[in-house]
């Protein structure tokens, strides 16, 4: 069984400091990764992702993310966030390959960035 | 444009009756998904069908249906037996190969009277 586990349920920060969500997963397999962001009252939008190859994955909006095999973490960084950047953060792990794509999401992280 | 469509996007429900949320793709995608969102849980998966006439349960089946008749559409019928329904609902899809992301509608909010 795979899980996901935000170690941070809040994060609060001012606008142009850098920021890091953390994210630790468990699985007894090769997996994907991905990290999605929500607005209010909003679906998912897809941040980034890893599949496989390097283990530095940029994304949208300047976030980047780092896949650390030997820790099992896929932290995401920014290095200088913006106002708008206020949302929730959900980090999520699909796999096994065959078992219908599921994905596993954390609890998610509240970025909260202030003036 | 493509996308996820789910309607209602605010939904009202009786005790005792059943609804049915919406959620129509014009991806082409061939799997999709319906999760509940709580406050502080995350996301978790209810259903799930990757192909045209089937699906498989996910975590948290109980007092939920679906059905899987056209590619484009997976309706979710909260029955009278799900005791708490009130929550996000979120409906994804996704191409068939594995390494492809789930994509999400913007979410039906289903409240009890």
């Known amino acids: 069984a795979q899980s996901v586990t935000q170690l941070d349920s809040q994060v609060p920060v001012f606008e142009e400091a850098p920021v890091e969500l953390r994210c630790n997963y468990s699985s007894s397999v090769s997996v994907y990764l991905f990290w999605y962001v929500q607005y209010p009252n909003q679906g998912l939008q897809l941040l980034l992702k890893?599949?496989?190859?390097?283990?530095l994955v940029k994304g949208i909006n300047g976030f980047e993310a780092e896949f650390n095999k030997s820790q099992t973490s896929f932290h995401l960084r920014k290095p200088s966030v913006h106002i708008s950047d206020t949302a929730e953060y959900f980090c999520a792990v699909m796999g096994p390959p065959g078992g219908g794509n599921k994905l596993t999401f954390g609890t998610g992280t509240q970025l909260k960035v202030e003036l | 444009d493509g996308g996820i469509t789910q309607s209602p996007k605010y939904l009202f429900r009786k005790e005792g009756q059943n609804v049915t949320l919406s959620c129509e793709q014009n991806?082409?995608?061939?799997?999709m998904y319906w999760y509940r969102q709580d406050p502080g849980q995350g996301l978790r998966l209810i259903y799930y069908s990757q192909i045209v006439n089937d699906f498989q349960k996910g975590d948290i089946a109980e007092g939920y249906s679906v059905s899987r008749e056209k590619k484009e559409s997976f309706p979710l019928t909260v029955t009278s037996a799900q005791k708490n329904p009130t929550a996000f609902y979120l409906c994804?899809?996704?191409?068939?190969?594995?390494?492809?992301?789930?994509?999400f509608g913007d979410g039906t909010r289903l409240s009890i009277l």
């Open positions: 994804a899809s996704k191409l068939g190969a594995d390494n492809q992301p789930q994509h």
């Open positions: 890893y599949l496989s190859g390097s283990t």
């Open positions: 991806l082409n995608h061939d799997a």
